[in-house]
């Protein structure tokens, strides 16, 4: 089982502009604690959902609900032995966003973006409060979690 605290304990690189106490990066952790949380104290319900939650974010974020046997730092020659990463996204140029219907503040509707093979997740800079970081990062998992499953 991949629990939320062993999940931070990956120790995911983090990218320049973000920092480990950057309010994104901050934000994104809480997060995961919040609505990912499945330790072995905690109702069965709520840890399965926990749990789910996670298997959808690793998909999107590396393009496979599973951890590797030998981790995300494995050292055989036939893993990529790059860190989960956390990144902003573009780097100031404009962030992708979701054309929703009047509304004018579009930093609300940037949704995160993922290069799985360098398992990068790109945070918009406007995640620094958590709703904000919820909805994008709900969103994103709800239309973005393909994967590498072929039909």
């Known amino acids: ?3 939320v605290r062993c999940y931070c304990s990956l120790s995911a690189a983090i990218a320049e502009p973000f920092h480990a106490s950057h309010p994104v990066v901050l934000s994104f952790w809480r997060l995961l604690e919040q609505d990912y949380a499945n330790g072995p104290t905690l ?3 709520q840890r399965k959902a926990g749990e789910a939650g996670l298997r959808r974010l690793l ?3 590396t393009g496979s609900e599973a951890v590797p046997s030998c981790g995300y730092f494995g050292s055989s020659i036939y893993v990529n032995p ?6 902003a996204t573009y780097h100031g140029e404009p962030e992708p966003v979701v054309a929703t219907s009047g509304s004018a503040d579009v930093q609300a509707t940037a949704l995160p973006t993922v ?3 360098s398992k990068l997740l790109r945070l918009p ?4 409060h958590l709703p904000t970081a919820r909805a994008g990062l709900q969103r994103a998992l709800d239309y973005g979690n393909v994967g590498f499953d072929l039909p």
């Open 43 to 45: 109702p069965e319900e």
């Open 125 to 128: 800079l406007s995640y620094t």
């Open 59 to 61: 998909l999107f974020w």
């Open 115 to 117: 290069s799985t093979c």
């Open 82 to 87: 790059e860190p989960l990463t956390i990144g």
């Open 1 to 3: 089982m991949l629990t």
